[in-house]
Every structure is written in C-alpha cells, then in structure tokens.
Antibody, heavy 120, light 109 residues
Framework: EVQLVESGGGLVKPGGSLRLSCAAS????????MNWVRQAPGKGLEWVSS????????YYADSVKGRFTISRDNAKNSLYLQMNSLRAEDTAVYYC?????????????WGQGTLVTVSS | SYVLTQPPSVSVAPGQTARITCGGN??????VHWYQQKPGQAPVLVVY???DRPSGIPERFSGSNSGNTATLTISRVEAGDEADYYC????????????FGGGTKLTVL
C-alpha cells in the first residue's frame, strides 16, 4: 500500500523555525517527484513546493521563497520541508503528496497532514 | 500568474447531477485535475488529465475541459459526495508551478 506520513508539526513563535518530514512507503520513492501543499484553517489548498526525483529541479511558491527549503533523502524514502522565519500566515495543515508520472502534474496520494501553528 | 476560478458552492438533490466548473484563461490547453476533500481528511484525486478516473473512483465522477472552462460532473449524487472539490493545473510556463482553484463546497440537499 502506498503511504505518506507527515510529522514535525507543532506550535512555533513568529520568526522561528520548524522542519517537517514525510515518510514514504509502498512505492519506489526515488522515481517520483514530491510536493508540499498547505491548507490554512477554513481555507483552500495552496501549493508550497515541489522537488524532482533526483532533486535536480526545485520550485517554490512566491509566498515561501527564500524562507522554506524542500529536500529529500532517497536512501531514507523521506521528504523534508525546512521552514524558517515563520509568520502567522504560515499557520496551516501541511500535506506531502506524490506526483503522478513525469509531465502529468497531478498529486496522488496525499499524506494525512501535519498542523503547523505560528503564534506568540 | 494563472488563476483558476470556482464557484464557492453548489447544491444538488440526491440522485441528481452536480456540475462544478473551473474557469481559467485557455484552460482547455492544459490538463486539469480534480480533488475531493471531506472534512478533516486529506484531499483525494478523483479525476486527472481532464477526464480520467483513478482506480477506485466511481464512474459517476467524470470531467471535461474546453475553451476557458473545465467541468467536474458527478452523476446520481449521493450523500457521501458532500465535500469540497478543488481543480488544479500544472502551469509549466510560469514560476507558479502548481495552481489550485479556490474550491467548491458541494452540498447534497
């Protein structure tokens, strides 16, 4: 069974840092691009970042560029999101999601999400 | 940046057909994907590449895409279809790599 499990969320003060992890299982992790998508409380989905299978290509939403860093460790079947200079507006559930085949751009499956709360 | 516009809400009686639209400039030239999200749960892909269904998704879910509008159609709507639905495209022509619509709340009356 394909599974994605996020961890690392929690309460952090504005200006602080947090590192999210996503553990993948049930598929050949090194063959797929991966993504982070977030959802603020009561709001819609917002794409955050994507990374190609070999980490050659990395993309960020303008809202997080320069503050967040996506990375992966294919040997550990893990995806990461380092979040620095956190702001109140970064408060959201963060989902990791697997890309479809190269060039398709759809996300399936998604993890269950991890909640990040930025508050003093 | 590319913008996808969805109606905030759609209501339909059980057994009827629900149509949820997703508007975007020349969206017909892009592949559109649709997700269903029930309260407290992660999104689930229900239609990809405009009109294909992942395994396990009922045939009642279908999609189309032409011109400036993509449409998710849910036939014979059931109470369990009540959820938020999001369209999404991959905009490789800009820095806004992935774009989601604002979401549509489907209410089954």
């Amino acid at each position: 069974e394909v599974q994605l499990v996020e961890s690392g969320g929690g309460l952090v003060k504005p200006g602080g840092s947090l590192r999210l992890s996503c553990a993948a299982s049930g598929f050949t992790f090194s063959s797929y691009s991966m993504n982070w998508v977030r959802q603020a409380p009561g709001k819609g989905l917002e794409w955050v970042s994507s990374i190609s299978s070999s980490s050659s290509y990395i993309y960020y939403a303008d809202s997080v560029k320069g503050r967040f860093t996506i990375s992966r460790d294919n040997a550990k079947n893990s995806l990461y999101l380092q979040m620095n200079s956190l702001r109140a507006e970064d408060t959201a559930v963060y989902y990791c999601a697997r890309d479809g085949p190269p060039g398709t751009g759809w996300f399936d499956p998604w993890g269950q999400g991890t909640l990040v709360t930025v508050s003093s | 940046s590319y913008v996808l516009t969805q109606p905030p809400s759609v209501s339909v009686a059980p057994g009827q057909t629900a149509r949820i639209t997703c508007g975007g400039n020349n969206i017909g030239s892009k592949s559109v994907h649709w997700y269903q999200q029930k309260p407290g749960q992660a999104p689930v892909l229900v239609v990809y590449d405009d009109s294909d269904r992942p395994s396990g998704i009922p045939e009642r879910f279908s999609g189309s895409n032409s011109g400036n509008t993509a449409t998710l159609t849910i036939s014979r709507v059931e109470a369990g279809d009540e959820a938020d639905y999001y369209c999404q495209v991959w905009d490789s022509s800009s820095d806004h790599y992935v774009v989601f619509g604002g979401g549509t709340k489907l209410t089954v009356l």
